[in-house]
């Protein structure tokens, strides 16, 4: 039997049978289309947290500064860094940290309305800088801090629980016992969270809660510039030569995080992806064995008119080869298909590998060919006495 005449039986054999045939290979396919999908969606999703790693952590650089070394008109220089979008000079203290507020100058014992809050001094690029956002009012410039205004501005929390929700009437808050007119709340804090529960001032109120001098600068720097800047903003805050006392707080190596990232996705739906496909041979072994026991007359038939072992086991492991190569052939189109749609739906960036579409139907027929290896072999193993009786 030439390899002509082999594909032509299994061919034979598998068209005599159509819808067996067809739901033998939607095993393979749901197999090979579980496999495609499930890693085409962890490559995408893995490359959306790493996008968004990127665009948070790997764009933030603190630099926490000693007593009296970084001044407030230091941190202006930083701007003019390649590679800086914004930075913030933050000045906080143990002192500052525990201060009591209260929304009003009447002690009600009916109504709570002191707090204990921080008291931070921050530059007015702020809100910029910690990607926060505006929600009521306005945050103060650089004419508050030069015309020494008392105003402030609390976070969206610390506004909550002084039961303050609008400032359109310029409420005011009483910080040992001064008052400060509030100007407006900020919220939204994509980065140091801490600050929604802090009342804000401008850096020429600092001197009244005893921040003299920068404790902390924040930089929001543009995607992969991080390293660099983390290593130029000590020597622009203090080029005397004290930049070694400055301590940089920077993020670690995107590379590092996208490929652990990238790891832990695909390594999970690797493991649903193979289970399915284990599934889909399972399914064409099962097929193949019972069409064995059907078809014990024609392989009696062909073994009496002079087949051999090896032609009858050819005949089936071309059978359920063929099923697992139609079948990698369509899950991998079907696989590739729902990875653009899912992406689509969701405006992600489909992430594909080629190689993988390509080695899918060698897989399917792979899959095809262990499957129907028992049933051919038990085939092959018939006598023709017995299985013409």
Same mark, same amino acid.
């Given at each position: 039997?030439?390899?002509?005449?082999?594909?032509?039986?299994?061919?034979?054999?598998?068209?005599?049978?159509?819808?067996?045939?067809?739901?033998?290979?939607?095993?393979?396919?749901?197999?090979? *289309?579980?496999?495609?999908?499930?890693?085409? /969606?962890?490559?995408?999703? *893995?490359?959306?947290?790493? *996008?968004? #790693?990127? +665009?948070?952590? $790997?764009?933030?650089? /603190? =630099?926490?500064?000693?007593?009296?070394?970084?001044?407030?008109?230091?941190?202006?220089?930083?701007?003019?860094?390649?590679?800086?979008?914004?930075?913030?000079?933050? $000045?906080?203290?143990?002192?500052?940290?525990?201060?009591?507020?209260?929304?009003? +100058?009447?002690?009600?014992?009916?109504?709570?309305?002191?707090?204990?809050?921080?008291?931070?001094?921050?530059?007015?690029?702020?809100?910029?800088?910690?990607?926060?956002?505006?929600?009521?009012?306005? #945050?103060? !410039?650089?004419?508050?801090?030069?015309?020494?205004?008392?105003?402030?501005?609390?976070? @969206? !929390?610390? +506004?909550?629980?002084?039961?303050?929700? !609008?400032?359109?009437? @310029?409420?005011?808050?009483?910080?040992?016992?001064?008052?400060?007119?509030?100007?407006? /709340?900020?919220?939204?804090?994509?980065?140091?969270?801490?600050?929604?529960?802090?009342?804000?001032?401008?850096?020429?109120?600092?001197?009244? #809660?005893?921040?003299?001098?920068?404790?902390?600068?924040?930089?929001?720097?543009?995607?992969?510039?991080?390293?660099?800047?983390?290593?130029?903003?000590?020597?622009?805050?203090?080029?005397?030569?004290?930049?070694?006392?400055?301590? &940089?707080? +920077?993020?670690?190596?995107?590379?590092?995080?996208?490929?652990? %990232?990238?790891?832990?996705?695909?390594?999970?739906?690797?493991?649903?992806?193979?289970?399915?496909?284990?599934?889909?041979?399972?399914?064409?072994?099962?097929?193949?064995?019972?069409? =064995?026991?059907?078809?014990?007359?024609?392989?009696?038939?062909?073994?009496?008119?002079? @087949?051999?072992?090896?032609?009858?086991?050819?005949?089936?492991?071309?059978?359920?080869?063929?099923?697992?190569?139609?079948?990698?052939?369509?899950?991998?189109?079907?696989? /590739?298909?729902?990875?653009?749609? &899912?992406?689509?739906?969701?405006?992600?960036?489909?992430?594909?590998?080629?190689?993988? @579409?390509?080695?899918?139907?060698?897989?399917?027929?792979?899959?095809?060919?262990?499957?129907?290896?028992?049933?051919?072999?038990?085939? $092959?193993?018939?006598?023709? %006495?017995?299985?013409?009786?």
């Amino acid at each position: 039997m030439g390899p002509r005449d082999l594909w032509e039986e299994a061919l034979a054999g598998m068209l005599a049978r159509p819808v067996r045939s067809a739901l033998t290979t939607l095993g393979t396919v749901l197999g090979i *289309g579980t496999l495609v999908i499930t890693l085409g /969606i962890a490559a995408t999703a *893995g490359n959306q947290i790493v *996008g968004r #790693f990127d +665009a948070l952590t $790997a764009t933030s650089v /603190i =630099v926490e500064t000693p007593e009296d070394r970084v001044g407030w008109n230091d941190v202006a220089g930083l701007t003019r860094l390649n590679g800086v979008e914004s930075a913030t000079a933050l $000045a906080q203290s143990e002192k500052s940290s525990n201060q009591s507020v209260t929304a009003n +100058a009447v002690i009600d014992p009916t109504r709570v309305s002191g707090q204990t809050l921080a008291v931070v001094a921050a530059g007015p690029d702020l809100p910029r800088t910690v990607k926060g956002r505006i929600l009521s009012g306005r #945050f103060y !410039d650089e004419g508050h801090s030069a015309r020494r205004d008392r105003v402030v501005v609390l976070g @969206a !929390d610390a +506004a909550e629980m002084l039961g303050i929700t !609008d400032v359109r009437h @310029a409420p005011a808050v009483f910080i040992g016992g001064r008052a400060y007119t509030v100007i407006g /709340i900020l919220g939204g804090f994509r980065r140091e969270t801490s600050l929604a529960t802090a009342v804000l001032i401008p850096p020429a109120l600092g001197p009244e #809660f005893g921040l003299r001098s920068v404790t902390r600068v924040l930089i929001s720097t543009r995607l992969g510039a991080a390293e660099l800047i983390a290593r130029q903003a000590p020597l622009m805050l203090d080029p005397r030569g004290g930049a070694g006392e400055l301590r &940089v707080i +920077a993020p670690p190596s995107p590379t590092r995080a996208k490929d652990g %990232v990238q790891e832990d996705v695909n390594g999970l739906f690797l493991i649903l992806g193979l289970v399915s496909l284990v599934v889909g041979a399972v399914g064409i072994a099962n097929v193949t064995l019972v069409t =064995v026991m059907e078809r014990v007359n024609e392989i009696g038939l062909r073994r009496a008119l002079g @087949a051999g072992r090896r032609h009858i086991a050819y005949q089936f492991l071309t059978e359920s080869g063929f099923i697992g190569l139609i079948g990698g052939i369509v899950g991998a189109c079907l696989g /590739i298909g729902v990875v653009v749609a &899912v992406s689509a739906v969701k405006t992600w960036t489909p992430v594909l590998d080629l190689r993988l @579409a390509l080695v899918s139907p060698l897989a399917g027929a792979l899959v095809g060919l262990l499957a129907g290896l028992y049933p051919a072999l038990r085939a $092959a193993r018939m006598e023709p %006495v017995e299985a013409l009786r």
